[in-house]
């Protein structure tokens, strides 16, 4: 781990990090640049044990863009923003030339490929073996490009997971620096949430829902006491372990100082789960942002569509929003005229639906539509916070012990949460 520390607070790092803000602004002008075959060696411990069954990748039918083809959701400007090392590294590699000798990690070699899990814009996931220890781990291979250094969002990523420990965030084991790619060597999680969804359609059990959603807040929580955002909530991003574990997963946004709404290679970032604050314009976003996400995310699990699908930019994307939850006012929400896009959006006034008007079932679930609405409130002021939101009464059938785990423990380690099957609940 000290190893780990060293390699992502290299001078220039440290200084383009010491810049962001404690949500994060982005604003490097070091580079990172790649100049030998696995460069560093890994600080790692050993990793990859969990047992896990093959996923298959199949199309999502709703709108999400495939597992193998994960959506390409990270940063405009990406080519913009590298990272270049150029010191030290003599120094560097002597030292990591000796450790290379020793340990198997930072090394390519010690894992063998299995078959690809998913591909965004900027980097191809695959499930691998480390052939250390027979464990399963996942690959998460970013091409550098010649010249133009590492990512940006790859050393985000990186330098945010060392510090993210918690059962609900998929553990980093490895780094892997080579002259075409820099690999993240992850935990294995069987399968992400829009591929659950994908395979169990019509919704998804409820008491299940209720367990994803808590596990789901418990890795938010955690992150927002850090003052870190997440930012680009949705059910890729969030993968689900054999067990039923939710691990919050794609870093690679979190610290972007704006929500970019195209990728570096220009495709269009989903607008789906973007609070109508940011929609509007807003640049005054924190922690409300993430919840919002949660909102959506916990109405598509019950009724298995997303709930905002807007299909062509942000003005289609409030439409849809406002067609549900009414269109704001000043009343409910004091300045929303003032935002940037308000005279041009809001056109028309529509009137607030109940929740159950759209997912009839959520009014036979208590407390559900009264917390939807919580973390579904147009006015980012009044959406509640992810610690506050794992105390409400809809989780109140859950045990009281289950508030008072260890980070690193997982809420199954209580004999009476356990996962229930989909299918009985489909038949
Ligand atoms: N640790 C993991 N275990 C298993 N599958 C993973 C893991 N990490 C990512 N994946 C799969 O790969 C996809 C893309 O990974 P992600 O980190 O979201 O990359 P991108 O930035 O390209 O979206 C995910 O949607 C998921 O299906
Ligand atoms: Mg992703």
């Given at each position: 781990?000290r190893?780990?520390?060293?390699?992502?607070s290299?001078?220039n790092?440290?200084?383009?990090?010491?810049?962001?803000?404690?949500?994060?602004?982005?604003?490097?002008?070091?580079?990172?640049?790649p100049?030998?075959?696995?460069?560093?060696?890994?600080?790692?411990?050993?990793?990859?044990?969990?047992?896990?069954?093959?996923?298959?990748?199949?199309?999502?039918?709703?709108?999400?863009?495939?597992?193998?083809?994960?959506?390409?959701d990270?940063?405009?400007?990406?080519?913009?923003?590298?990272?270049?090392?150029?010191?030290?590294?003599?120094?560097?590699?002597?030292?990591?030339?000796?450790?290379?000798?020793?340990?198997?990690?930072?090394?390519?070699?010690?894992?063998?490929?299995?078959?690809?899990?998913?591909?965004?814009?900027?980097?191809?996931?695959?499930?691998?073996?480390?052939?250390?220890?027979?464990?399963?781990?996942?690959l998460?291979?970013?091409?550098?490009?010649?010249?133009?250094?590492?990512?940006?969002t790859?050393?985000?990523?990186?330098?945010?997971?060392?510090d993210?420990?918690?059962?609900?965030?998929?553990?980093?084991?490895?780094?892997?620096?080579?002259?075409?790619?820099?690999?993240?060597?992850?935990?294995?999680?069987?399968?992400?949430?829009?591929?659950?969804?994908?395979k169990?359609?019509g919704?998804?059990?409820?008491?299940?829902?209720?367990?994803?959603?808590?596990?789901?807040?418990?890795g938010?929580?955690?992150?927002?006491r850090?003052?870190?955002?997440?930012?680009?909530?949705?059910?890729?991003?969030?993968?689900?372990?054999?067990?039923?574990?939710?691990?919050?997963?794609?870093?690679?946004?979190?610290?972007?100082?704006?929500?970019?709404?195209?990728?570096?290679s220009?495709?269009?970032?989903?607008l789906w789960?973007?609070?109508?604050?940011?929609?509007?314009?807003?640049?005054?976003?924190?922690?409300?942002?993430?919840?919002?996400?949660?909102?959506?995310?916990?109405?598509?699990?019950?009724?298995?569509?997303?709930?905002?699908?807007?299909?062509?930019?942000?003005?289609?994307?409030?439409?849809?929003?406002?067609?549900?939850?009414?269109?704001?006012?000043?009343?409910?929400?004091?300045?929303?005229?003032?935002?940037?896009?308000?005279?041009?959006?809001?056109?028309?006034?529509?009137?607030?639906?109940?929740?159950?008007?759209?997912?009839?079932?959520?009014?036979?679930?208590?407390?559900?539509?009264?917390?939807?609405?919580?973390?579904?409130?147009?006015?980012?002021?009044?959406?509640?916070?992810?610690?506050?939101?794992?105390?409400?009464?809809?989780?109140?059938?859950?045990?009281?012990?289950?508030h008072?785990?260890?980070?690193?423990?997982?809420?199954?380690?209580l004999?009476?949460?356990k996962?229930?099957?989909?299918?009985?609940?489909?038949?």
């Open positions: 781990m190893q780990f520390r060293k390699k992502l290299l001078k790092l440290k200084r383009s990090f010491s810049r962001e803000n404690s949500f994060g602004e982005e604003g490097p002008d070091a580079h990172f640049s100049s030998d075959e696995s460069l560093d060696s890994s600080p790692f411990s050993p990793t990859g044990s969990e047992p896990s069954l093959v996923t298959d990748a199949t199309n999502n039918n709703h709108g999400h863009v495939r597992r193998m083809k994960s959506e390409g990270n940063l405009a400007g990406r080519s913009k923003h590298k990272v270049k090392v150029s010191t030290d590294f003599g120094k560097r590699r002597a030292l990591s030339l000796q450790e290379k000798t020793c340990s198997p990690f930072g090394k390519l070699e010690t894992y063998k490929k299995l078959c690809l899990l998913g591909e965004g814009s900027y980097a191809k996931v695959y499930k691998a073996t480390n052939k250390v220890n027979g464990g399963l781990v996942a998460k291979e970013i091409r550098l490009q010649t010249d133009e250094g590492t990512p940006f790859a050393i985000r990523e990186a330098s945010l997971l060392k993210l420990k918690h059962v609900n965030i998929v553990c980093l084991h490895d780094i892997i620096h080579t002259k075409s790619n820099l690999t993240f060597v992850f935990e294995f999680v069987q399968t992400d949430l829009s591929t659950y969804l994908e169990n359609p919704g998804l059990n409820p008491h299940n829902v209720k367990l994803f959603l808590f596990q789901l807040l418990r938010l929580a955690y992150c927002h850090r003052k870190v955002l997440h930012r680009d909530l949705k059910p890729q991003n969030l993968l689900i372990s054999e067990q039923g574990e939710l691990k919050l997963a794609d870093f690679g946004l979190a610290r972007a100082k704006s929500v970019p709404s195209q990728t570096y220009n495709e269009v970032v989903t789960y973007r609070p109508p604050d940011v929609l509007l314009g807003s640049k005054d976003y924190s922690w409300q942002l993430d919840i919002w996400g949660v909102g959506c995310i916990f109405l598509e699990m019950l009724w298995g569509h997303p709930v905002f699908p807007g299909v062509k930019n942000h003005k289609d994307q409030l439409q849809k929003i406002f067609m549900l939850l009414g269109t704001p006012t000043e009343e409910d929400w004091p300045g929303v005229e003032n935002l940037t896009e308000y005279k041009e959006t809001v056109t028309r006034t529509h009137r607030p639906r109940p929740i159950s008007d759209v997912i009839p079932k959520i009014s036979e679930i208590p407390g559900a539509e009264k917390f939807a609405s919580q973390l579904l409130q147009m006015n980012p002021r009044k959406r509640i916070s992810a610690d506050l939101a794992m105390k409400h009464e809809y989780f109140s059938d859950l045990p009281d012990a289950i008072h785990l260890p980070d690193a423990s997982s809420i199954f380690i004999p009476e949460i996962i229930a099957s989909e299918h009985r609940w489909i038949v």
